[in-house]
């Protein structure tokens, strides 16, 4: 072989191999720039609900009642926004249903054994605010399968004078408040439930350049009483989470848009306490039918997780109250939007498998 024939193979060697670690680099750069989703652990769902009555996108935003006396007689509260409210037992079984008219969010507290629950009402424009006893709470709504919510029971509806979307519940200054926002708008009203009146408006565009007035709304909400915290999820192009102070409203950061970890429209939104203070971020994801975990004190990004055969969720709540036997770190309940061939329905999440099979590997949990 020539000195030639040597250089020429030397060079072609050398491209090759140039040409392979170009490869493996695009490999690996493609890996790491792969949807999140592709590296979201998978869970299953435990229980499911029994469908909601309306056909099509129906089934929105549940609400969860943690009976202290006995947990397998816990509530799930679901709405149907074009309906009503339905009430289901922890293993999704239909105990009552109340039509109330386009009931879009719902939200509860427990104060001195009274159940206090709001109701976004799109078809009348209010908040409605229930009081409920909650001594016997699931016996009552098992011997009432219709129209649970009567006019017996303390109640009110508040005018509120805008489109009424999303609500949630909580504590501002030790009194017991709620956000209400505007559907195709950016306001969202806070109200005093002792005096019944709204005490603060916030607007959630006020500090965004350009943003669309409409089309971008905010839905999901949810007050972290502890940390004197309101979070506030947008939908539309310009999707986010963000955090504000609940009592002067004033933004505290970002936690999260459409150019980072959410996929398509953020939704519900809700928080597993560890701790007072500690705990996880849960919210939906819904363009990628993800669930994103956030560092509740920090707001710092996590991970992600899907749960089989869940898809397009709108609302959700967790709680981290352990049932005996059956959820023994607590329970997540999500919206199905899908549930084909039938309506849309509510699953029911164990926290132990959510908690086990992301946090652990990342040494949050022992």
Known sequence: MTSMDILCLSVLDT?????????????LLALFFQPASLFAEKVDYVFETESV????????????????ADPTKSLIFGTDKRKGI??????GKELSFSELGATNNIDLRVIDKNVHMVISNRSSGTLGYWVFPESNLYEYFSVNPTNAFTEDITHYHLDANMNVYGVCMGFVNGRLSAALTEEEGPTVQMWDLTTKKVVG?????SDEENAPKTGNEAEGCFFDDENSRLLIS????????????????????????????IIG??????????SDVEGYIILSSQGGNEFNLYDRVSLDFISKFIINGVEDTDGLDVTNKAV?????????????????PSNQNFKIVSMEEVLKKKLSL???IN
């Open 324 to 340: 005996e036997d059956i959820f023994p770190n607590g329970f997540l309940v999500v919206q199905d939007g899908r549930n084909l």
């Open 53 to 68: 009555s309306s056909i099509g996108d129906a089934a929105d935003d549940p609400a969860i009642w943690f009976n202290q």
């Open 201 to 205: 408006e916030l607007n959630i565009i």
């Open 362 to 364: 990342l040494g949050l």
């Open 265 to 274: 429209d953020p939704e519900g939104v809700a928080i597993y306490k560890t």
């Open 15 to 27: 491209v090759t191999k140039f040409k392979a670690y170009l490869l493996r680099a695009s490999f």
């Open 86 to 91: 339905h009430v289901y037992d922890l293993y």
């Open 234 to 261: 947008r939908e539309g192009s310009k999707g986010y989470l963000k955090a504000y102070e609940s009592d002067t409203l004033r933004i505290i950061e970002v936690v999260d848009s459409r150019d980072e970890n």
